[in-house]
C-alpha cells in the first residue's frame, strides 16, 4: 500500500524548535519530489516547501513565510522526509502534512497530517 | 504572487450537478489540479491536469479549464460528496510557486 505518515508534531512554545518526519511506503520514494503542506485550523491549505530527488542535486524551494526558519531534508536510503522548523511563530501552528508530487505536478499521496502548535 | 480565487460555498441538492470555479489570471494557460478535503482527514485528489481523474475517482467527477476559470464539475452529487474543495497551480514565476485556491465548500442540502 502507498503510504505516508507522518510524526513528530506537538506543543512549542515561540521561539522554539520542531523536527517533523514523514515516512513513505509502498512506491519508491528516491524517484520523487516530496513537500510540505500546512493548514492553519478552519482555515485553507498552504504549501511550505519542496525536495527535489537525487537526479535533480536534491535542490529545495520554501514558500517565504518559512524561508530561513525552515528546512527540508530527505533520507533516500530511510525512505524519509524530514521537515526542521526553527523559530517558531504562534502563525506556523497548523496540521503538516507531508505529500508526494506526481509527474503533472499534483499531489498524488498525501500523509494523515501532525498538528503543531506554537502557544507560550 | 498568483491568486487563485474560489467561492466560499456552494449548496446543491442531491442528484444534482454541482459546479465549483476557481479564478485565476489566464489561469487557462497553467495546469489546475483539484483536491477534496473531508473533516478531520487529509486532501485527497480529484482531477489533475485540468480534467483528468486519478484512479478510484467516479466519473461523476470532471473537469475543465478555459480563459480565466477552472471548474470543477460534479454531477449526480451525493450526501457523501459533502467537503471542502482545493483547486491548486503550479506557476515557476509566482512565490509561492505551488499555489491553492482559499477552498470552497460544498454542502449537500
Known amino acids: 500500500e502507498v503510504q505516508l505518515v507522518e510524526s513528530g508534531g506537538g506543543l512549542v512554545q515561540p521561539g522554539g524548535s520542531l523536527r517533523l518526519s514523514c515516512a513513505a511506503s509502498g512506491f519508491t520514494f528516491s524517484d520523487h519530489y516530496m513537500d510540505w503542506v500546512r493548514q492553519a485550523p478552519g482555515k485553507g491549505l498552504e504549501w511550505v516547501g519542496r525536495?527535489?530527488?537525487?537526479?535533480?542535486?536534491?535542490?529545495?524551494e520554501y514558500a517565504a513565510s518559512v524561508k530561513g526558519r525552515f528546512t527540508i531534508s530527505r533520507d533516500d536510503s530511510k525512505n524519509s522526509l524530514y521537515l526542521q522548523m526553527n523559530s517558531l511563530k504562534t502563525e506556523d501552528t497548523a496540521v503538516y502534512y507531508c505529500?508526494?508530487?506526481?509527474?503533472?505536478?499534483?499531489?498524488?499521496?498525501w500523509g494523515q497530517g501532525t498538528m503543531v502548535t506554537v502557544s507560550s | 504572487s498568483y491568486v487563485l480565487t474560489q467561492p466560499p460555498s456552494v449548496s446543491v441538492a442531491p442528484g444534482q450537478t454541482a459546479r465549483i470555479t476557481c479564478g485565476g489570471n489566464?489561469?487557462?494557460?497553467?495546469?489546475v489540479h483539484w483536491y477534496q478535503q473531508k473533516p478531520g482527514q487529509a486532501p485527497v485528489l480529484v482531477v489533475y491536469?485540468?480534467?483528468d481523474r486519478p484512479s478510484g475517482i467516479p466519473e461523476r467527477f470532471s473537469g475543465s479549464n478555459s480563459g480565466n476559470t477552472a471548474t470543477l464539475t460534479i454531477s449526480r452529487v451525493e450526501a457523501g460528496d459533502e467537503a471542502d474543495y482545493y483547486c491548486q497551480v503550479w506557476d515557476s514565476s509566482s512565490d509561492p510557486y505551488v499555489v491553492f485556491g482559499g477552498g470552497t465548500k460544498l454542502t449537500v442540502l
Open positions: 505529500a508526494r508530487k506526481n509527474a503533472n505536478d499534483a499531489f498524488d499521496i
Open positions: 489566464n489561469i487557462g494557460s497553467k495546469s
Open positions: 525536495t527535489r530527488n537525487k537526479a535533480n542535486s536534491y535542490t529545495t
Open positions: 491536469d485540468d480534467s
